[in-house]
């Protein structure tokens, strides 16, 4: 629907961005989003740019009951990755599987509709879709992360979290209240990233 800027929105907008930094996984502590907030944290991503409807990403949830499933995942993808793994190593793994309050996996769909629409048309419309809950998290008050590693790869998970063979794991999202908190790390200048056709510097 169109509608005017409002006056107040690139302060509050501004301000809304520069505040969400990650907040890793083991900061993260309850209590998390109740179920309002969370609906409106998800909500928030359905107004990605999407390049034809096509939809190609998702979140998968992993709720409590899922944590020790998601554990042997990571213990077994080490293993399969590096058979002289240790059994410290194997638990250290696990232990990753039961941090933050709500744990969202983001999975991209490689191959759904339109074939003319490719993966990084794919990827940029989920990177979009996961700042936007990560913003809305920062409105209320909450910490997240965006967390990669090499079980995302490996068969193991794709096998647990019956991913179809288009589909990506791409990385995981935590949520939760923020136990502490370190600097921000220094942002790019604009001139870091922006470049003018025809000018030289
Ligand atoms: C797809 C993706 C995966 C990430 N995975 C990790 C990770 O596994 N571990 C980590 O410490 N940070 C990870 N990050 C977070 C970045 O390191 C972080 O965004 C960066 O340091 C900038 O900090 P800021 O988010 O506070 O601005 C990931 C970021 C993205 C976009």
Known sequence: MPHAPRTDWPQVVGELIQARQTIL?????????????????????????????????????VPEAQRAAL???????????????????????????????????LVVDAACGDSEVDLSERLLSAGAAVQ??????????FGSALTS???LKSDTLRRALALREPEQ??????IGTVASRQPVPPRPAVADYLSTWGSHP
């Open 25 to 61: 996984p083991r900061r993260l502590v309850a209590p998390g989003p109740d179920q309002e907030q969370f609906h409106a944290m998800l909500e928030a991503a359905s107004a990605a740019p999407d390049h034809g409807q096509l939809l190609p990403w998702r979140f998968v949830l």
């Open 71 to 105: 554990a042997e995942v990571f213990a077994q993808a080490l293993t399969e990755r590096d058979a002289l793994a240790t059994d410290e190593q194997r638990e250290q793994a696990r232990e990753k599987a039961f941090r933050a309050p709500r744990l969202l996996l």
């Open 132 to 141: 936007n809950v990560m913003l809305v998290a920062t409105a209320l008050g």
């Open 169 to 174: 794991a791409v990385c995981f999202l935590s």
């Open 149 to 151: 590693g090499k079980a």
